[in-house]
Nanobody, 125 residues
Framework: QVQLVESGGGLVQAGGSLRLSCAAS????????MAWFRQAPGKEREFVAA????????WYTDSVKGRFIIARDNDKNTVYLQMTSLKPEDTAVYYC??????????????????WGQGTQVTVSS
């Protein structure tokens, strides 16, 4: 039962960068897998990146590998998504999510217990 609030979205030109932040409250996230998902108009919610509770393991969808970096600061109860070399195809609402450590896949949307309200990222060409 973690409350999550995203920030940092906006409008950026192709090739530019943005850093998204996800602030957690209600309880600590130190033992939770944290992830970012995104959803474009007319499309299903899509996995973007995830990070283990310790920060020692990260996962990325193929389309963002080498361009996005996920990180967390448990002392500040905050998760970040550093986005570089942005493309128009990255345009979507980005959602922060939290999941207990045990699961079948960090990429499965149905495994996450808590969700933020989303922040819009728009990449122009």
């Amino acid at each position: 039962q973690v409350q999550l609030v995203e920030s940092g979205g906006g409008l950026v030109q192709a090739g530019g960068s943005l850093r998204l932040s996800c602030a957690a409250s209600g309880r600590t996230i130190s033992r939770s897998v944290m992830a970012w998902f995104r959803q474009a108009p007319g499309k299903e919610r899509e996995f973007v990146a995830a990070i283990s509770w310790s920060g020692g393991s990260t996962w990325y969808t193929d389309s963002v590998k080498g361009r996005f970096i996920i990180a967390r600061d448990n002392d500040k109860n905050t998760v970040y998504l550093q986005m570089t070399s942005l493309k128009p195809e990255d345009t979507a609402v980005y959602y922060c999510a939290a999941r207990r450590p045990v699961g079948t896949s960090v990429m499965k949307v149905d495994e996450y217990d808590s969700w933020g309200q989303g922040t819009q990222v728009t990449v122009s060409s």
